[in-house]
């Protein structure tokens, strides 16, 4: 993977968590779709944002209960389209981002999104493999690492790095989901039963060969980095109706990728019950009222010591 960087101003411990959340109605986040190739992904993570927008805060209020001295420097490690840049500079009212991403598109429209809530003084964008280091910094109070270490070539070579950009006592927090959410309640009958469970495990194949990081034990890849492991969480989510408008939206584009990543891998009467999932029909997602948005989140938060051990 190239590693290279350009700067852009941009103006535990083990705990299992289940929770049963509604949500009230909201308009969905507005995205412009269409207009680049990255603007797929980058609206699923929008509405993922939302969707888990409680989720989010309850782990930037964890943070905050463990962070040492002022947070005024946060490095956000595969940064997307700022989900956690900007919930951290909420959180953080005296602190700035750098944001990392190695898509310069994906920088490009969190640089908008900063601009247009004015937050463009308190975010640098950074291009850059968050694989190779983090040349440069080495007083961040907090790197934050969302849905976004799974991705890298070489995680032990990428988390040294992260630890010597921390100061000393800073802190790492680490994200990351158990795959696509589930959206199909139990009942559902044009999926026929397992569908989602079935289309999980060829994705889990192809995640196994193309991202073999994902659904690593990054507690113990956190402490062989020389860093400490505060606390170690998993919250197992099912998200019921009232849910935001968007719902159905980001099922679409989610169940969509799927199709398009299990074609002969699943059998032909399973890609025929993703179609009607997705076809504009009474059984499409946009259009169900009974939705359950399932998945597990994982959040590890470790600590750079003081002395290196
Ligand atoms: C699943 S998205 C997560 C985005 C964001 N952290 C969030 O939680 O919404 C993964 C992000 O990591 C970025 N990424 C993938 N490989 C990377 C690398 N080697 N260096 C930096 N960013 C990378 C992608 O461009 C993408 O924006």
Redesign the pocket.
Known sequence: ?TSHAHAHAAHAHDHTHTHTHTHAHQESVGSTPGADPDDGPAEI?DL??ELFAAHLTSVTDRIADLATGAVTHVV??????G??TFALLARFPAARVTA????AA?LARLAGAARAKGLGDRVRTLE????AGLPGIEDADLVWA???LH??DDPARALAGIRDALRPGGLLAV?ELDGMPRFLPDDAVTDGPGLEARCREALSALHAERLPHMGADWGVLLAAAGLTVEQERTDRFELRAPLPAGTGRYAHLVLDRVRGAVDGLVSAADLTALDTLLDGGAQDVRHRDDLVVRSVRQTWLARRPEVRP
Do not use: Q
């Open positions: 993977m993570l993922d944002a956000d490690l595969g940064a997307g389209t989900t956690g990392v991403d190695s898509s994906m850059a493999d968050a694989g969302s849905a976004s991705h890298l994200a």
